[in-house]
């Protein structure tokens, strides 16, 4: 579905990605790991169509999609949930959600929509009217891909959805990602907590340093003690 | 007390002109950090317009018309033709192009029609005053106020029951995810452009109808009291720019009409006084924006 090869991004000087190379399979999910700065936010940035790469390719649904605005991508079922939530703060909860699904529905199928979205998050349809930004951080974060999910996504790209949030709330959404799934929607998860990552994982890519460390299937990583290793060397 | 109410009267009426235009470069500011000091020049054009249509004698509502969709119509290539290319450029780039803009226009309108006003012949009823007993007021601030309240009403309705006007307040605070979630850059920058353009065409005809005149320079003075308007009330904050504009009225109005006639012509250097001290107190101004600045 998703085809990555050879992306190199380079900002000045200083090189975020030296070539890297993996494939998302239909109905996968796929968590993409590796330390701070090892690459995997500007992959998810690259592939959304935030960032431009210097070279390499990005294919989708075997068509070339590199270079393309991030609007055109998110037009063809590619969306991002970006790190730290980004939620529009100042914007009510059903605001957030209505240009969520703007561009890919009509007014009818968008409230079809944001009633089905608002009985898998109640907590939503409670805070309906309420500015965006006084929603707790686990709230911000269902709010975050309750947005992204207005557009019906085919491919979903998360970045760090568990990050600063209650353990609770981690289960949470890492068990919403595994239901996500089952629904028929891909996902590339970038993630910070590898054990839950892998254990939900069908493939796992291990970046350091802008390039692929190790790759292999969920349960095959999480045998191998030397990801931890790769892991925390930064 | 009757000169008192009077003067409120005409507070409200010029800073609601303030405000509109306040509004306008708020609302292509909180998007795009532009600050548009070409403004002054889509009031121009709207002037020049209608002048144009009435000494070709077109009827006066039409060529109010026409004067506010020439205004929307030139902010909106305004942004194709110069902004469009310096889109994310650092605000100092940005502010020397809209300079550049407002130059170039203000030299054609001198050497193609007249560096000299020319002047607008308005029906006499809209020079008139109605009296309301113990208070007379001109004809002309009941349409001002009138017409700035209408404005507000319909950016309101646009900015909270439009698709693209609640993006272009999403667009404010994080412009990148407003792109992720699938709507277009390009239109949201165009409706912001083109409701600064017809914010600044209705101050145009507003501005034009109490001087009765048009000069290639018209559009100058008033944008630069709604920049200090904008910047008193919050950069790129929309209810701070309303608030703004009522406040800079407010002060001129008032220092004109009860400052004694010896220091009169500092009136406005104590205005200024004013604001600055108004930005010392409370220095995001008014009502600061609430757009958090990501990097």
Same mark, same amino acid.
């Given at each position: 579905?998703?085809?990555?090869?050879?992306?190199?991004?380079?900002?000045?000087?200083?090189?975020?990605?030296?070539g890297?190379?993996?494939?998302?399979?239909?109905?996968?999910?796929?968590?993409?790991l590796?330390?701070?700065?090892?690459?995997?936010?500007?992959?998810?940035?690259?592939?959304?169509?935030?960032?431009?790469?210097?070279?390499?390719?990005?294919t989708?649904?075997?068509?070339?999609?590199?270079?393309?605005?991030?609007e055109?991508?998110?037009?063809?079922?590619?969306?991002?949930?970006?790190?730290?939530?980004?939620?529009?703060a100042?914007?009510?909860?059903?605001?957030?959600?209505?240009?969520?699904?703007?561009?890919?529905?009509?007014?009818?199928?968008?409230?079809?929509?944001?009633?089905?979205?608002?009985?898998?998050?109640?907590?939503?349809?409670?805070?309906?009217?309420?500015?965006?930004?006084?929603?707790?951080?686990?709230?911000?974060?269902?709010?975050a891909?309750?947005?992204?999910?207005?557009?019906?996504?085919?491919?979903?790209?998360l970045?760090?959805?568990s990050?600063?949030?209650?353990?609770?709330?981690?289960?949470?959404?890492?068990?919403?990602?595994?239901?996500?799934?089952?629904?028929?929607?891909?996902?590339?998860?970038?993630?910070?907590n590898?054990?839950?990552?892998?254990?939900?994982?069908?493939?796992?890519?291990?970046?350091?340093?802008?390039r692929?460390?190790?790759?292999?299937?969920?349960?095959?990583?999480?045998?191998?003690?030397?990801?931890?290793?790769?892991?925390?060397?930064? | 007390?009757?000169?008192?109410?009077?003067?409120?009267?005409?507070?409200?009426s010029?800073?609601?002109?303030?405000?509109?235009?306040?509004?306008?470069?708020?609302?292509?500011?909180?998007?795009?950090?532009?600050?548009?000091?070409?403004?002054?020049?889509?009031?121009?054009?709207?002037?020049?317009?209608?002048?144009?249509?009435?000494?070709?004698?077109?009827?006066?509502a039409?060529?109010?018309?026409?004067?506010?969709?020439?205004?929307?119509?030139?902010?909106?290539?305004?942004?194709?033709?110069?902004?469009?290319?310096?889109?994310?450029?650092?605000? =100092?780039? @940005?502010?020397?192009?809209?300079? $550049?803009?407002? #130059?170039?226009?203000? !030299?054609?309108?001198?050497? +193609? /029609?007249? &560096?000299?006003?020319?002047?607008?012949?308005?029906?006499?009823?809209?020079?008139?005053?109605?009296?309301?007993?113990?208070?007379?007021?001109?004809?002309?601030?009941?349409?001002?106020?009138?017409?700035?309240?209408?404005?507000?009403?319909?950016?309101?309705?646009?900015?909270?029951? =439009?698709? @693209?006007?609640?993006?272009?307040? $999403?667009?404010? #605070?994080?412009?990148? !995810?407003?792109?992720?979630? +699938? /709507?277009? &850059?390009?239109?949201?920058?165009?409706?912001?452009?083109?409701?600064?353009?017809?914010?600044?065409?209705?101050?145009?005809?507003?501005?034009?109808?109490?001087?009765?005149?048009?000069?290639?320079l018209?559009?100058?003075?008033?944008?630069?009291?709604?920049?200090?308007?904008?910047?008193?009330?919050?950069?790129?904050?929309?209810?701070?720019?309303?608030?703004?504009?009522?406040?800079?009225?407010?002060?001129?109005?008032?220092?004109?009409?009860?400052?004694?006639?010896?220091?009169?012509?500092?009136?406005?250097?104590?205005?200024?006084?004013?604001?600055?001290?108004?930005?010392?107190?409370?220095?995001?101004?008014?009502?600061?924006?609430?757009?958090?600045?990501?990097?």
């Amino acid at each position: 579905m998703l085809a990555v090869e050879n992306l190199v991004m380079r900002y000045g000087p200083v090189e975020a990605l030296r070539g890297i190379s993996f494939n998302v399979r239909q109905g996968e999910i796929v968590a993409l790991l590796g330390a701070n700065g090892a690459g995997k936010s500007t992959t998810l940035a690259a592939i959304a169509g935030l960032l431009k790469p210097t070279s390499g390719t990005v294919t989708y649904h075997g068509r070339p999609v590199s270079g393309l605005p991030p609007e055109t991508l998110s037009r063809q079922g590619i969306s991002l949930v970006p790190e730290g939530r980004r939620i529009f703060a100042s914007l009510s909860v059903a605001e957030n959600l209505w240009l969520g699904g703007a561009s890919h529905a009509t007014a009818e199928e968008r409230r079809i929509r944001q009633n089905q979205l608002e009985e898998r998050f109640p907590i939503l349809r409670e805070r309906t009217r309420q500015k965006a930004g006084l929603l707790s951080g686990g709230e911000q974060q269902m709010l975050a891909i309750a947005r992204a999910l207005m557009s019906k996504p085919k491919l979903l790209l998360l970045d760090e959805p568990s990050l600063g949030l209650a353990p609770q709330m981690v289960e949470r959404v890492f068990d919403l990602i595994t239901t996500l799934r089952d629904e028929g929607i891909t996902i590339l998860l970038v993630e910070q907590n590898v054990p839950m990552s892998l254990a939900i994982a069908d493939h796992g890519v291990v970046l350091a340093n802008g390039r692929v460390a190790m790759a292999g299937t969920g349960v095959e990583l999480a045998r191998n003690s030397k990801i931890t290793e790769t892991y925390l060397a930064a | 007390m009757d000169v008192f109410l009077q003067q409120c009267v005409n507070a409200i009426s010029l800073g609601g002109i303030y405000a509109l235009l306040a509004l306008g470069l708020a609302v292509v500011f909180s998007i795009v950090r532009l600050i548009n000091f070409a403004h002054g020049e889509v009031m121009t054009v709207a002037g020049y317009a209608i002048w144009l249509a009435l000494v070709s004698s077109v009827p006066v509502a039409a060529a109010i018309l026409l004067g506010v969709i020439v205004a929307m119509l030139a902010s909106v290539a305004m942004e194709r033709v110069a902004f469009r290319a310096m889109r994310g450029a650092n605000v =100092t780039s @940005l502010l020397i192009t809209s300079f $550049a803009v407002s #130059e170039i226009i203000k !030299v054609l309108f001198q050497n +193609g /029609i007249s &560096a000299r006003p020319v002047p607008i012949v308005l029906p006499p009823w809209m020079s008139g005053s109605i009296n309301f007993g113990f208070l007379t007021i001109s004809v002309m601030s009941v349409i001002s106020i009138t017409v700035v309240i209408l404005a507000l009403i319909v950016l309101t309705f646009i900015l909270t029951r =439009t698709t @693209l006007g609640v993006a272009m307040r $999403a667009a404010a #605070e994080d412009f990148p !995810v407003v792109r992720l979630v +699938g /709507i277009k &850059a390009n239109h949201v920058v165009a409706l912001a452009f083109a409701i600064s353009g017809v914010l600044a065409g209705v101050s145009a005809v507003l501005w034009v109808a109490q001087r009765g005149s048009v000069d290639p320079l018209m559009g100058a003075a008033p944008v630069l009291k709604a920049f200090i308007a904008t910047v008193l009330g919050g950069l790129g904050s929309l209810s701070g720019a309303v608030l703004g504009g009522f406040a800079v009225g407010i002060v001129e109005v008032f220092l004109q009409g009860y400052l004694p006639d010896s220091v009169a012509p500092y009136r406005e250097a104590i205005s200024l006084s004013i604001i600055i001290a108004i930005l010392v107190l409370r220095p995001d101004g008014l009502l600061p924006a609430q757009n958090v600045n990501r990097s």
